[in-house]
């Protein structure tokens, strides 16, 4: 079937510590998305893709950095977690032609 | 910029009986989409309904309507006959037309119970 994958499920880093989390999409979408969604608060869009270009929230912090190396895959990067950056990273992908975004399952993060 | 309000953090229902729930927003466009959007525990999100605003007629999806007022931007959703499994967190969110930003609401806190 058709998905959105994220790797992994649940991430623990340390207090400063760079991170990479992944998504991977077979669903041939050009546009893909990262939220972040901390306990019980709705999804934050953090950025999004079309296609290449990269389209940045307003306040997303710095520490966010995000890379999409090809149509199937999208990394986020934090460069320093802190302990406020643990949440629920949730991958979405649409195509140009529909407005339903697919959502992966979502990376946990802790910070220690 | 555009918000969407979820008045009811949570709320409870027998199964088997209906249950509606509210969602207005604030837009000064004309043209833009809202969504229903269902998160079980531990789960991914899933795509419950979706309206466009440029349709009058609202949007049902088997057990799921809408009932979208689009002079008092409010779109809420009604889930007929409960089931166990519609226990989950509830978001509604809206897009502008040809526009990537999707907004979310806080969300409600659906629980069906036996």
């Known amino acids: 079937d058709a998905m959105v994958i994220q790797n992994p499920r649940y991430q623990v880093t340390q207090f400063g510590k760079p991170v990479t989390l992944s998504c991977s999409q077979t669903?041939?979408?050009?546009?893909m998305y990262w939220y972040q969604q901390k306990s019980s608060q709705a999804p934050k869009l953090l950025f999004h893709?079309?296609?290449?270009?990269?389209?940045n929230e307003a306040d997303t912090p710095d520490n966010f950095q995000s890379r999409r190396p090809n149509t199937s895959f999208c990394f986020l990067d934090i460069r320093s977690p802190g302990l406020g950056d643990a949440a629920m990273y949730l991958c979405?992908?649409?195509?140009?032609?529909?407005?339903?975004?697919?959502f992966g399952p979502g990376t946990r993060l802790t910070v220690t | 910029a555009q918000t969407v309000t979820q008045s009811q953090p949570e709320m409870s229902v027998q199964e088997a009986e209906t249950v509606t729930l509210s969602c207005t927003y604030d837009?000064?466009?004309?043209?833009?989409?809202l969504f229903w959007y269902k998160q079980p525990p531990s789960r991914q999100m899933i795509l419950v309904i979706r309206?466009?605003?440029?349709?009058?007629q609202n949007a049902t999806e088997n057990r799921f309507s809408v009932n979208f007022q689009k002079a008092a931007k409010s779109f809420s959703l009604k889930i007929s006959d409960s089931q166990l499994g519609d226990t989950a967190m509830y978001f509604c969110?809206?897009?502008?037309?040809?526009?990537?930003?999707?907004?979310f609401g806080a969300g409600t806190r659906l629980t069906v119970k036996p």
């Open positions: 979405a992908t649409r195509s140009e032609y529909s407005y339903e975004q697919y």
């Open positions: 669903l041939n979408h050009n546009v």
């Open positions: 893709y079309y296609d290449k270009d990269f389209n």
């Open positions: 837009t000064s466009e004309s043209n833009y989409y």
């Open positions: 309206q466009e605003a440029y349709k009058q």
């Open positions: 969110a809206f897009m502008k037309y040809n526009n990537n930003d999707m907004r």
